[in-house]
């Protein structure tokens, strides 16, 4: 225990230790499938040791599983929907590290479904909903192309596009003989594409594209970590750094917060803790790897030498025995 702490002070922060568990999480696919085909989605392949379970779900009952494994799901689409239809997979990867430990990592996966029926439609209605492929990645240079889809299907509107500040993937435009959104990527970065129309009351009815720019010639991190707890007075701020391997890794990060009243990115992963309470800071690289830190925020730190250091060194520790699995 470290001197000076209650007892109950210092279990209470053990528990924001051991509630914590580091994921990862891949990038997004997206798929059209018409009404009664079906479609294989494959797990994705590891990069050490072999996947372990994969459990799927899709929360669309215009999508049933046709069958599941550890090694792909195949699914039907029994009736036309609109939008994206979203099919999770969640999969462990276990390996022997170099200790003779057997240690898990828990990845994510999102598939993106969209249908069609194959009737050409009347081709006069107004459009009421549009949905846009929900993110790509393209090198630097490269051109790419957004795909959209306007509901019901064979209705028409004038579709346009915005996007802020629209450095990174620029000089877009419309094609609508194709319905996509076309555009160069210029520069490393994190896009947020919003495609839409008006209708008939003049509101706007748009959907969103996540576009990462990504340099060619950077190495993929295969793993990150961040520290697992933070804690903060109210008012501080304090940058949060990720930790990727390999140590030669480069990457992209976009940040998120759960409880913004609590603490918040400001940019670059500098937290600010607005007011007491928790918040689980989530860090994303541009490949979907994700890890979280639970910032805890009080109105002043404990004035108790070697606090920090000892807080350090104990969420080091429970992070160690967090990736650790022994049979």
């Given at each position: 225990?470290?001197?000076?702490?209650?007892?109950?002070?210092?279990?209470?922060?053990?528990?924001?230790?051991?509630?914590?568990?580091?994921?990862?999480?891949a990038?997004?696919?997206?798929y059209?499938?018409?009404?009664?085909e079906?479609?294989t989605?494959?797990?994705?392949?590891?990069?050490?040791?072999?996947?372990?379970?994969?459990?799927?779900?899709?929360?669309n009952?215009?999508?049933?599983?046709?069958?599941?494994?550890?090694?792909?799901?195949?699914?039907?689409?029994?009736?036309?929907?609109?939008?994206?239809?979203?099919?999770?997979?969640?999969y462990?990867?276990?390996?022997?590290?170099?200790?003779?430990?057997?240690?898990?990592?828990?990845?994510?996966?999102?598939?993106?479904?969209?249908?069609?029926t194959?009737?050409?439609?009347?081709?006069?209605?107004?459009?009421?909903?549009?949905?846009?492929?929900p993110?790509?990645?393209?090198?630097?240079?490269?051109?790419?192309?957004?795909?959209?889809?306007?509901?019901?299907?064979?209705?028409?509107?004038?579709?346009?596009?915005?996007?802020?500040?629209?450095?990174?993937?620029?000089?877009?435009s419309?094609n609508?003989?194709e319905n996509?959104?076309?555009?160069?990527?210029?520069?490393?970065?994190?896009?947020?594409v919003?495609v839409?129309?008006?209708?008939?009351?003049?509101?706007?009815?748009?959907?969103?594209?996540?576009?990462?720019?990504?340099?060619?010639t950077?190495?993929?991190?295969?793993?990150?970590?961040?520290?697992?707890?933070?804690l903060?007075?109210?008012?501080?701020?304090?940058?949060?750094?990720?930790?990727?391997?390999?140590?030669k890794?480069?990457?992209?990060?976009?940040?998120?917060?759960?409880?913004?009243?609590?603490?918040?990115?400001t940019?670059?992963?500098?937290?600010?803790?607005?007011?007491?309470?928790?918040?689980?800071?989530?860090?994303?690289?541009?490949?979907?790897?994700?890890?979280?830190?639970?910032?805890?925020?009080?109105?002043?730190?404990?004035?108790?030498?070697?606090?920090?250091?000892?807080?350090?060194?104990?969420?080091?520790?429970?992070?160690?025995?967090?990736?650790?699995?022994?049979?």
């Amino acid at each position: 225990m470290i001197p000076g702490m209650n007892r109950n002070t210092f279990c209470g922060i053990l528990v924001f230790f051991a509630a914590l568990v580091v994921s990862f999480s891949a990038r997004a696919a997206s798929y059209r499938v018409a009404v009664g085909e079906t479609l294989t989605l494959d797990v994705p392949s590891v990069s050490i040791g072999y996947v372990d379970k994969a459990i799927w779900a899709c929360a669309n009952p215009a999508v049933e599983f046709v069958s599941k494994s550890t090694v792909s799901a195949t699914v039907r689409v029994t009736a036309p929907f609109e939008g994206y239809a979203v099919v999770e997979l969640v999969y462990v990867e276990k390996y022997v590290d170099g200790r003779g430990f057997t240690r898990a990592n828990t990845y994510t996966e999102d598939f993106y479904v969209s249908c069609f029926t194959g009737s050409s439609g009347g081709g006069q209605a107004a459009a009421t909903s549009i949905s846009v492929e929900p993110e790509i990645e393209v090198a630097i240079g490269n051109t790419a192309e957004i795909g959209y889809e306007l509901y019901p299907e064979g209705s028409t509107a004038d579709v346009f596009v915005s996007l802020y500040p629209g450095t990174y993937f620029n000089s877009v435009s419309v094609n609508t003989r194709e319905n996509s959104i076309e555009g160069i990527a210029r520069s490393a970065g994190i896009e947020t594409v919003t495609v839409y129309f008006r209708d008939e009351n003049g509101d706007k009815v748009s959907s969103d594209c996540k576009v990462t720019v990504f340099d060619p010639t950077w190495v993929a991190p295969e793993s990150m970590s961040v520290k697992p707890v933070l804690l903060m007075a109210k008012g501080t701020r304090t940058r949060i750094l990720p930790v990727l391997s390999p140590r030669k890794a480069t990457t992209l990060y976009t940040w998120e917060s759960d409880n913004m009243s609590v603490a918040y990115d400001t940019g670059g992963g500098e937290i600010f803790a607005k007011d007491c309470g928790s918040a689980n800071i989530t860090v994303r690289t541009a490949n979907g790897l994700t890890a979280k830190c639970n910032v805890i925020v009080v109105d002043e730190l404990p004035d108790i030498p070697g606090f920090s250091s000892a807080l350090d060194r104990a969420a080091d520790m429970i992070s160690v025995t967090e990736t650790d699995v022994i049979r």
